[in-house]
């Protein structure tokens, strides 16, 4: 096993689990993954724990779904670090029960957002609304892949996930 590989933090949605293939398909293209099982019902520490969890491990990229996006995108603002987001629940905000603990400004843009068009959990208009609510819309890439829903299949979360992570995380040689 490669020493100091770079390392990713996967947050995984609500009623859902760290899948091994996706955790897999991150560690196949060269990082070490962290990725919790998270209790969002009931854990009250949610967010200080995977802060916790990126500041010891030194996360240099974050990846979330749904819920674990909301939460991917807000960890990525007090870290600054890039982020790929599947169908996250960005306008959660507005009823967070406490999972972001502060008042967080928006200033992390190096944000990259698949919408999965046929998403009738999260919606995907939803999702960019908000966006342009916060005047963020024009500084992230979205990627709207009109064929997906909320779930994401294995080979469309590994072509994003080796695109962007080349792209964003480069290693060493």
Do not use: C
Request: glycine letters at 4%; proline letters at 5%; charged letters at 20%.
């Amino acid at each position: 096993m490669q020493q100091n590989r770079p390392s990713v933090l996967y947050i995984h949605g609500f009623d859902s689990s760290p899948m091994a293939e996706k955790t897999s398909i991150i560690a196949d293209l060269g990082y070490t993954v962290i990725a919790p099982k998270i209790h969002y019902k009931e854990s009250k520490n949610t967010y200080q724990r995977l802060l916790h969890l990126a500041q010891e491990f030194n996360i240099e990229f974050i990846v979330g779904s749904s819920l674990g996006g909301y939460t991917a995108f807000w960890l990525s603002q007090e870290l600054n670090v890039p982020t790929l987001l599947f169908n996250p629940s960005l306008a959660f905000q507005k009823i967070d029960p406490g999972l972001v603990h502060q008042n967080l400004s928006i200033i992390n843009t190096r944000q990259s957002i698949f919408l999965g068009m046929k998403d009738e959990t999260v919606h995907p208009t939803t999702t960019i609304d908000w966006l342009k609510m916060n005047q963020i819309f024009e500084k992230v890439e979205i990627i709207e892949d009109p064929n997906n829903g909320h779930q994401i299949s294995l080979s469309v979360f590994k072509q994003q996930m080796k695109m962007l992570l080349e792209e964003l995380v480069p290693q060493e040689a």
